[in-house]
């Protein structure tokens, strides 16, 4: 493959280019060091080099707990990660040769379909997931070769700060040196942001026409961008996939959590510089301790802000207020948004339950009490007469892929909507992935693949002839979302932003469609109960 050289505000770098044309760069530094003294402070742009720096492979990821250890958000359960872990390895089909771990991980990759200056291609940045805590760019399902192809696009992953080294919320106890060591993580993205407004045009893209996009935390971290101030231009359309679940954290409670934290170093808060000192898989083994843990039984954790304890936080400046609580912010109020789930969303998480398979009506009843409150036997009654052959631990999966996912993604977009805005559009993932018998259903983050046009990486997609089909749709609705502001394009049906009075939905599944409120009966439910 013959190298690539091209100049960066802080460099030359050498990338590489694949045998379909497209140029890859790994690993090029966009912020500089922030360990030892930078710990938690905002990140900085890298010292510039002379010469030319290779770009050949990925760089370090952000410390954190591997797959194998992470609970996935929450205080870490060792019983509930035992019975998980197949399946989120499975899932993201992980290997075991992931870059090395490194606090100085603030790097970017980018594929670019060419990088002739005359034709400004669109630029879709990923923001990867992993409940702010684990994840990272380099992941095999997120490489970019295919999506950039297809599009003739430029694709972007990034590294940030995670865990208690991108999210510990310092400021009310340690003063205005720690004032933003609450939302590091998210600045380091902001940071990112700025990298590629300055020098993407020199990859081929468009400064003018940037998608974020991200699935689980980085859906929540897309949706967090909408309302942070100091990200408002960098970007000009975002996708939120899978992300209502992860909530911004106020800052009394993020406070509480760098207390416990700290309580748990045996460091005071009058002592927080010792904090520089503490090996960071120190932090992150305690910092795994502490939150509501995911196999709490999930009615009342996952809309707890402690089931996600190291997460952005509401600290009054770097994010002013909730991006979507309880209106929409108006600093995202033009940007188009792009919004949707899998129909099974939370069905991989329900299966680290202890009780799920064996969980009866009595058991259903009491979920769904704490769920819903005195409308819980109302949702028993309306779920049995959707799916009448289903399990009750089947129906508790829906209770919670709904509320969580599938109603949490449509309440979100009325609050986009009532922004009076750029337009939204609404989408639900259906094709279901047949791995493992068929258990997972269509599920959480099982249209990545499709979306990055790399199902043939992964056995989750199976052999399926209707699966080149499904990337094509998904991948070049996206792209096109990307370059227009629109999903809509020839293969689909005519998608349609979504309006409080038509509702319309693109279902992507092996023949997509367009539902208008799908599921009415069932969303009016969830909204009633909203409204109180």
């Given at each position: 493959?013959p190298d690539?050289?091209i100049?960066?505000?802080s460099?030359?770098?050498?990338g ?6 497209v140029?890859?760069?790994k690993g090029?530094?966009?912020g500089?060091?922030?360990a030892?003294?930078?710990r ?10 002379t010469?030319?720096?290779d770009a ?21 359960d060792?019983a509930?990660?035992?019975?998980m ?12 040769d992931?870059p090395?771990?490194d606090e100085d ?9 060419g990088v002739?200056q005359?034709r400004?291609?669109a ?8 409940a702010f ?5 380099s992941?095999?399902?997120y490489?970019?070769t295919?999506?950039?192809?297809r599009g ?7 590294n940030?700060?995670l ?8 400021g009310?106890l340690a003063?205005?040196?720690y ?5 590091a ?5 902001v ?9 993407i045009a020199?990859?081929g893209?468009?400064?003018?026409r940037?998608?974020?996009f991200g699935d689980?935390?980085g ?6 961008l909408?309302?942070?101030?100091a990200a ?10 899978s992300?209502p679940?992860?909530r911004?954290?106020p800052?009394?409670?993020a406070?509480a959590?760098?207390?416990e ?5 045996g460091i005071a808060p ?5 904090l520089h000192d ?10 795994e ?5 995911i196999d709490?039984?999930?009615a009342g954790a996952?809309?707890s ?12 400046h ?7 609580d ?5 600093l995202?109020?033009?940007v188009?948004?792009?919004v949707?789930?899998t129909?099974d ?5 329900m299966?680290?339950?202890?009780w799920f398979g064996?969980l ?6 009491t979920?769904a009490g ?5 409308a ?5 009654r309306?779920?049995r007469?959707e799916?009448?052959?289903a399990t009750p631990s089947?129906l508790?999966?829906a209770f919670v ?10 309440d979100?977009?009325?609050r986009?909507?009532?922004?009076a805005?750029?337009p939204v559009?609404v989408?639900r993932f259906?094709?279901a992935?047949?791995?493992?018998g068929?258990?997972l259903?269509a599920?959480?983050?099982g249209?990545?693949?499709?979306v990055?046009?790399?199902?043939p990486?992964?056995?989750m ?6 699966n080149?089909?499904?990337a094509?749709?998904?991948s070049?609705a996206?792209?096109?979302f990307a ?7 020839p293969?689909?049906p005519?998608?349609?932003p ?5 509702r ?6 092996a023949v997509?469609r367009?539902d208008d409120d799908p599921?009415r009966?069932i969303?009016?439910?969830?909204a ?5």
């Amino acid at each position: 493959m013959p190298d690539i050289v091209i100049e960066t505000s802080s460099g030359r770098i050498r990338g590489t280019t694949t045998p379909a044309g497209v140029h890859v760069f790994k690993g090029i530094p966009y912020g500089g060091s922030v360990a030892g003294a930078n710990r938690f402070q905002p990140a900085r742009p890298p010292e510039p080099w002379t010469g030319v720096r290779d770009a050949l492979s990925y760089g370090p990821t952000a410390p954190q707990a591997r797959p194998a250890e992470a609970g996935g958000g929450g205080a870490a359960d060792p019983a509930a990660t035992a019975r998980m872990a197949p399946f989120l390895t499975f899932l993201h089909g992980l290997a075991g040769d992931e870059p090395a771990q490194d606090e100085d991980c603030l790097v970017l990759n980018v594929w670019t379909g060419g990088v002739d200056q005359q034709r400004a291609r669109a630029v879709l940045v990923w923001l990867h997931g992993g409940a702010f805590s684990t994840g990272s760019g380099s992941w095999p399902l997120y490489d970019g070769t295919a999506l950039a192809a297809r599009g003739d696009a430029v694709v972007v992953t990034i590294n940030h700060r995670l865990g208690p080294l991108g999210f510990l919320h310092l400021g009310e106890l340690a003063g205005d040196r720690y004032r933003d060591a609450g939302n590091a993580g998210m600045l380091d993205i902001v940071l990112a942001l700025r990298w590629v407004r300055e020098n993407i045009a020199g990859f081929g893209g468009d400064p003018n026409r940037v998608l974020v996009f991200g699935d689980s935390g980085g859906a929540s971290k897309t949706s967090i961008l909408l309302g942070m101030p100091a990200a408002k231009g960098l970007f000009h359309r975002a996708a939120v996939m899978s992300g209502p679940l992860i909530r911004s954290c106020p800052a009394d409670v993020a406070t509480a959590n760098a207390e416990e934290l700290l309580g748990r170093l045996g460091i005071a808060p009058a002592d927080v510089a010792k904090l520089h000192d503490v090996p960071a898989e120190l932090l992150i083994k305690e910092a795994e301790s502490i939150g509501v843990p995911i196999d709490s039984g999930l009615a009342g954790a996952a809309g707890s802000e402690q089931f996600m304890p190291f997460q952005a936080v509401v600290d009054g400046h770097v994010l002013p207020a909730h991006p979507m609580d309880p209106q929409a912010s108006p600093l995202g109020a033009d940007v188009p948004v792009l919004v949707g789930s899998t129909r099974d969303d939370m069905k991989m998480i329900m299966l680290g339950m202890p009780w799920f398979g064996s969980l009866d009506d009595a058991g259903l009843a009491t979920l769904a009490g704490g769920m819903f409150g005195a409308a819980g036997p109302e949702f028993v009654r309306a779920y049995r007469a959707e799916r009448p052959d289903a399990t009750p631990s089947e129906l508790a999966c829906a209770f919670v892929t709904d509320r969580v996912m599938w109603w949490g993604g449509i309440d979100w977009a009325q609050r986009k909507i009532a922004a009076a805005g750029a337009p939204v559009y609404v989408y639900r993932f259906d094709f279901a992935t047949p791995a493992l018998g068929g258990i997972l259903g269509a599920t959480h983050g099982g249209e990545i693949p499709f979306v990055f046009d790399n199902y043939p990486l992964t056995p989750m997609a199976g052999e399926r002839p209707e699966n080149a089909n499904v990337a094509r749709a998904i991948s070049e609705a996206f792209v096109r979302f990307a370059q227009e502001g629109v999903p809509d394009h020839p293969g689909l049906p005519t998608w349609s932003p979504y309006t409080l009075d038509g509702r319309a939905t693109m279902i992507f599944d092996a023949v997509s469609r367009v539902d208008d409120d799908p599921r009415r009966a069932i969303r009016e439910l969830h909204a009633r109960v909203s409204a109180g």
